[in-house]
């Protein structure tokens, strides 16, 4: 028998197979395969990259050469584009504006074969200290709604790079998704006077078992209302409403959370293709107090097919209770 | 340069490739591939799925034997589950439904070979036909609220068995991505007192150039905020906000449009994996005058990646124009 469950801040609903889930081992699970080859993010061609932005790299080294451990380029095929101004028109009943943003790549480490999952928990570290720098630096800039930070593994996924790498982009619109979510923040809170991600992190330490792992600041699990098997939510504890306000502390307790749950999803599902995606609050917005910032992890394991995208409707032949019992049971 | 468009019925912003889209020979073009096999929808395996519900045979045939030309079975492994009353509840914070619904299966032919797109208008025609009764007799099952009827083509867009074949899905809920697209279609007609999709069928007459075909009834063109490269939808000229009061002469223009659409699709693109959707009013809900019933299809030609998920903005690395010159000058 199946459950339909509804997500308490978007209102969309899932469709749960809670009688025979789908288990660990039913995916035909492939481990991503790295092709090699000469690679732009590899410590050594750094000139064929657009120029450095920023990077964590020894005093006596200069941008550009090696030396490095992470380092910040632009996109050398930006979705958007920085230069120009900002145009926003009509064309009939139709609204459109120019492609004006950033897109930036964050390379996680020189090494090509080592994964985010693969990096000490200080590699993650420094990594996270560079998403929050390039937010608080891009934030200055008048034209741009919103900052998002994702990351492709795998091609499935999306990557079309091996090299690990997180990207960025700066966008001069909030896209729907996150106006969803803000939305359903806001309406929550008229509603209960309560942060509605706060009250999904009692709930979850009540029932304790979609519970993956936690740590001072941190609460990982998979979501009641997972979208896709073994989709995974890392909370942080404390209500915030913006990512880029993370202090140093907690940005080591995010690292130290996101490592265990890279390393148990690649371990248990054989290193399958993921996207992770940082949900933060729109840039000078003062009013999103309700919303609480966080990262959503998809494995990539099944299709998504007509149905998903003519409904809003998913369906996920697994549970999340059960992808997470697996999760916290992998040794790693 | 790209442009972000932003559709006037979701809000959902698209970024568009117009200064250097990917051309139709861009993308990695395989057809489906037929296996073969023991197949239950082949004429002769009648007994391998559960009881025909209906079928177009001669009345000399008996149910569940050979003859028929279309035939509708539920689905022997259903999303939903159509015993049962409906039981809605909450935990804690959360809200569920058990998983009462109706999965149903319009085998579209009873020859493995032949692909929606091969069949004559006629024979489309009677597939649309069952389309139509079976949204009217499930209407009367008072659980229900919605009737979602897609189509996934190839293994890339979910398709589980290659015979040609339509899904049917009654569901006790609204689905998120109908209720946007009805809420969407209410505040334009609040404010502009018209109707958005009458206004996009005027705005796309008045513009031309995404226009792929049309006949007395419809007009199929690829939209101006295309979220898929060759996206096509099939607009019905005159308003009407459900697509099961369809009289026999729309009919068969509708599958006179879509015939030339999917056959436009299939020789140009090299027969790609595809889904459409029908998108139509929730049941037994009056205050929908404001929506417009239409089809929505949609080639997988790309991954869908991590910033898409996360954000709702879509990457569409072609352009709408570009895709409908190429496909209204496909010879066919």
Sequence with gaps: ????????????????????????????????VKKGGVCPFCSGNEKMTPPEIEAIRPHTTKPDTPGWTVRVVSN??????????????????FDLSNGVGAHEVIIENPDHNKDLADLSRDEIKNVILKYRS????????????????????GEAAGASLEHSHTQLVALP??????KE????????????????????????????ERIIFENNSFLAFCPFVSRFPFEVWLLPKVHNPEFKSIDDNTIYDMADAL????????????DPAYNFIIHTSPIRDGSNEEFHWHLELMPKLTNVAGFEWGSGLYINPTSPEMNAKCLRETKI
Tied chains: 1, 2.
């Excluded at 095929?77 to 920085?82: E, G, R, S, T, Y």
């Excluded at 619109?173 to 996150?178: A, D, E, L, S, W």
């Excluded at 490592?259 to 054989?270: H, T």
């Design 259 to 270: 490592k265990d749950v890279l390393m148990r999803v690649k371990i248990r599902l054989n």
């Design 173 to 178: 619109i909030v896209p729907k998704r996150v």
């Design 76 to 93: 050398k095929f930006p979705a958007l584009k920085i230069e120009g101004n900002l145009d926003k028109r009509g064309i009939g009943i």
């Design 134 to 153: 390039r937010s608080l630096d891009l934030e200055n800039d008048l034209r741009f709604r919103y900052i998002l930070l994702f990351k492709n593994h």
């Design 1 to 32: 028998m199946s459950q339909l469950r509804r997500d308490p801040i978007t209102g969309r609903w899932v469709e749960i197979n809670i009688s025979s889930p789908m288990g660990c081992d039913d995916f035909d699970l492939k481990p991503q």
């Design 181 to 208: 979510e803000l939305k359903g923040a806001e309406n929550y809170f008229k509603y209960r006077e309560r942060c509605v991600f706060c009250d999904i992190i009692a709930q979850e330490f009540q029932e304790k």
